[in-house]
């Protein structure tokens, strides 16, 4: 979590600096800060809030070389001292860092035992007095900082400055950075949205590599400190897709972009997706290991392989697939979903596995994230950057990505194509801005309402689970999902007069039985919403749907995101940067 940034160039780098954080917010925004190189002294401004601009700039003087932070805290309170950017104690150096120190106590000590000064909680602030007490004894900033980098355990990201030297320095370990690399300037940043409106050419740091901005750039082996030639790369998202253009909130822009995502999702190269689907076919154990809105686009997708393809898949929350490790021999495939490819359990579930020789395949949306270059083979979802906290897009992308594997598995890849395009078409029906605002109405019944529950069987149970985290994370109803048949095992002692029920029907095999369930729901005094391509005379609401067979996951949960849309306005939250969440959980 956390969103770093770093600016050299020809630019005033704090106007450069927070438009960058302003579209990294999503990893965190519980307070932010920026340093600027200055004359004589480096300006740094440090808040708790919201990133406010224009006197903000001003005080940081038009300084050329600087650096950002996002914060989501992880070590200390939200305060303005545990914000970032944190200084060496004689303020010739800046540090801006994402990650966990793991060792800062044992740090700090020795710190303290030479006579230097806290003034934060956090993990970070050895950082820049290790680069002075490095100094001290005679290094170089850079040599600082690379000494530095060897005492350091857990995991960084870092982008550190120095007053007198208009050198800027980064360096990555388990954490993302990607430079942006323009004409005469460089941008350093979590992740490549912060930049995309300067330029498309982008270097991927890996593990132990540090870049070196001084006059040039270089990037070298942190530990040995040998020159390393990377690649340029040049990305195809484009600076519209990073911008909220009409909308109100990028929560909504997302959910309306689902046509075209979803359409985009399909259009793989037809034979990597039957080499996914064969190795599929030739595992010996498949995994499908995902987190929070992925993990339930896995879940909901393991019934369609059942289903369609009749082959079990073992799906996993990755922050507990360590404890699996005993089940995996070579012949294992773990399928990782994922949108930004950098959650710390999924990255941590794929360290286990390729321990055990286990092939790695992913679905990502992160085009050079870590998870696609620790994979074997990754399908691109092409689902655009997507800002909101929530998933949305990515996740019918997700949902449509899987269900075409499932279709290729037995060789009917292009009748699952087919069915996803016209899911695609259906999908821009619920979408479009009229119905968008027939959901208003639902929104403001449940608006004051403190529970809410939902409900599914087989495929829809998945999509139950997904409501409900849509509509808790955004709105701070409490909902949960249940499998309609676990009601009876104890969630019904919760249905008072009118608590409301989400009940999906979709025209399956679980139609009867979840009928029943609502019935039994009904009889409590629950009000029951149903979401059904036919009505029934048990729905208090009717939420309508389009049959669309096995991938009704996909536009089962279109109108509850709409719904979770308009319950957050409805109840003051924003729905973009709902609390306490960030959109890369890059810390286990
Ligand atoms: C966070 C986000 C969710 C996301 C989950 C997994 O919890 O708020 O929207 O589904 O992480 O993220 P990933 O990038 O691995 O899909």
């Given at each position: 979590?956390?969103g770093?940034?770093?600016?050299?160039?020809?630019?005033q780098?704090?106007s450069?600096?927070?438009?960058?954080?302003?579209t990294?917010?999503?990893r965190?925004?519980?307070?932010?800060?920026?340093?600027?190189?200055?004359?004589?002294?480096?300006s740094?401004v440090?808040?708790?809030g919201m990133?406010?601009?224009?006197?903000?700039?001003?005080?940081?003087?038009?300084?050329?070389?600087?650096i950002?932070?996002?914060?989501?805290?992880t070590?200390?309170k939200v305060?303005?001292e545990?914000?970032?950017p944190?200084m060496s104690?004689?303020g010739?150096?800046?540090?801006v860092h994402?990650g966990?120190i793991?060792n800062?106590?044992?740090?700090?000590e020795?710190?303290?035992?030479k006579?230097?000064?806290?003034?934060?909680?956090?993990?970070t602030?050895v950082?820049?007095l290790?680069?002075?007490?490095?100094?001290?004894?005679?290094c170089?900033?850079?040599?600082?900082?690379?000494k530095?980098?060897?005492?350091?355990e857990g995991?960084y990201?870092?982008?550190?400055?120095?007053?007198?030297?208009?050198?800027?320095i980064?360096?990555?370990?388990?954490?993302?950075?990607?430079?942006?690399?323009?004409d005469?300037?460089?941008?350093?940043a979590?992740?490549s949205p912060?930049?995309?409106?300067?330029?498309?050419?982008?270097?991927?740091?890996?593990?132990?590599e540090?870049?070196?901005?001084?006059?040039s750039?270089?990037?070298?082996?942190?530990?040995?400190?040998?020159?390393?030639?990377?690649?340029?790369?040049?990305?195809?998202w484009?600076?519209?897709?990073?911008?909220k253009?009409?909308?109100?909130?990028?929560?909504?822009?997302e959910?309306?972009?689902?046509?075209?995502?979803?359409t985009k999702a399909?259009h793989?190269?037809?034979?990597v997706l039957?080499?996914i689907a064969?190795?599929?076919?030739?595992s010996?154990g498949?995994?499908?290991?995902?987190?929070?809105?992925?993990?339930?686009a896995?879940?909901?997708?393991?019934?369609t392989f059942?289903?369609i393809?009749r082959?079990?898949?073992?799906?996993?929350d990755?922050?507990e697939f360590?404890?699996?490790e005993?089940?995996?021999?070579?012949?294992?495939?773990m399928?990782?979903?994922s949108?930004s490819?950098e959650?710390?359990?999924?990255?941590?579930a794929?360290?286990?596995?390729?321990k055990?020789?286990?092939?790695?395949?992913?679905?990502v949306?992160?085009?050079?994230?870590?998870?696609?270059?620790n994979?074997?083979?990754?399908l691109?979802?092409?689902?655009?950057?997507?800002?909101?906290v929530?998933s949305?897009?990515?996740?019918?992308?997700?949902?449509?990505?899987?269900t075409?594997?499932a279709?290729?598995?037995?060789?009917?890849?292009s009748?699952?194509?087919?069915?996803?395009?016209?899911?695609?078409?259906h999908?821009?029906?619920?979408t479009?801005?009229?119905?968008?605002l027939?959901t208003?109405?639902?929104?403001?019944c449940?608006?004051?309402k403190?529970?809410?529950?939902?409900?599914g069987?087989?495929?829809?149970?998945?999509?139950?689970?997904?409501?409900?985290?849509?509509?808790k994370?955004?709105?701070?109803?409490?909902?949960e999902?249940?499998?309609?048949g676990?009601?009876?095992?104890g969630?019904?002692?919760?249905?008072?007069e009118?608590?409301p029920?989400?009940?999906?029907v979709?025209n399956d095999?679980?139609?009867?039985?979840?009928?029943?369930?609502?019935?039994?729901?009904?009889?409590?005094?629950?009000?029951?919403?149903g979401?059904?391509d036919?009505?029934?005379?048990?729905?208090?609401f009717?939420?309508?749907?389009p049959?669309?067979?096995?991938?009704?996951?996909?536009?089962?949960?279109?109108p509850?995101?709409?719904?979770?849309y308009?319950?957050a306005?409805?109840?003051?939250?924003?729905?973009?940067?709902?609390?306490?969440l960030?959109?890369?959980?890059?810390?286990?």
């Open positions: 979590m956390c770093i940034v770093g600016y050299k160039g020809k630019r780098a704090s450069v600096i927070i438009d960058s954080l302003k990294l917010e999503y965190g925004y519980d307070s932010w800060g920026v340093a600027v190189v200055g004359n004589p002294s480096i740094v440090k808040e708790v990133i406010c601009d224009a006197d903000t700039i001003n005080n940081l003087g038009s300084g050329t070389v600087g950002g932070h996002t914060r989501w805290a070590h200390g305060t303005e545990n914000s970032h944190h104690s004689d010739c150096i800046s540090v994402n966990i793991d800062y106590q044992a740090l700090k020795q710190l303290k035992k006579g230097y000064v806290f003034r934060s909680e956090t993990d602030e950082i820049p290790l680069i002075e007490d490095f100094i001290k004894n005679g170089s900033f850079e040599d600082a900082f690379r530095t980098l060897s005492f350091l995991t990201a870092i982008v550190s400055i120095h007053k007198d030297s208009e050198t800027m980064c360096a990555r370990k388990d954490s993302p950075i990607v430079v942006g690399v323009g005469g300037e460089h941008f350093v979590s992740d912060a930049f995309i409106n300067h330029t498309n050419k982008v270097i991927y740091l890996e593990n132990y540090m870049a070196v901005f001084n006059g750039f270089e990037v070298r082996c942190s530990i040995t400190g040998d020159i390393i030639d990377k690649k340029v790369q040049v990305l195809d484009d600076v519209e897709q990073a911008k253009g009409d909308f109100k909130h990028y929560m909504l822009k959910i309306s972009e689902q046509k075209e995502t979803i399909i793989q190269d037809d034979k039957q080499g064969d190795a599929i076919n030739e010996y498949t995994f499908f290991i995902a987190s929070g809105s992925s993990y339930n896995a879940l909901s997708a393991s019934y059942s289903k393809a082959k079990h898949i073992n799906i996993v990755s922050s360590p404890n699996y005993h089940f995996l021999t070579p012949q294992t495939l399928i990782t979903v949108q490819g959650t710390a359990d999924v990255l941590d794929v360290k286990v596995a390729k055990k020789g286990v092939k790695i395949l992913s679905i949306n992160v085009m050079g994230s870590s998870l696609m270059r994979s074997d083979h990754t691109l979802m092409n689902a655009g950057p997507e800002i909101c929530l949305t897009k990515s996740y019918t992308s997700q949902l449509a990505i899987l075409l594997l279709y290729a598995c037995v060789g009917k890849l009748e699952g194509k087919d069915l996803l395009k016209s899911v695609a078409d999908v821009g029906d619920l479009d801005p009229k119905t968008l027939g208003v109405e639902l929104a403001s449940l608006k004051d403190e529970h809410l529950y939902v409900i069987r087989g495929q829809s149970y998945s999509t139950a689970l997904e409501a409900a985290l849509k509509i994370e955004v709105s701070y109803i409490h909902a999902g249940f499998a309609g676990t009601l009876k095992h969630p019904i002692a919760l249905i008072e009118g608590t029920c989400i009940v999906f979709p095999e679980t139609r009867k039985e979840i009928l029943s369930n609502a019935m039994e729901v009904k009889s409590r005094g629950g009000y029951i919403i979401v059904s036919e009505e029934n005379d048990i729905f208090d009717f939420v309508k749907v049959d669309v067979g096995h991938a009704s996951p996909i536009t089962d949960i279109i509850i995101q709409v719904l979770s308009y319950l306005i409805l109840r003051g939250c924003n729905p973009d940067r709902p609390r306490n960030a959109k890369s959980v890059t810390v286990k």
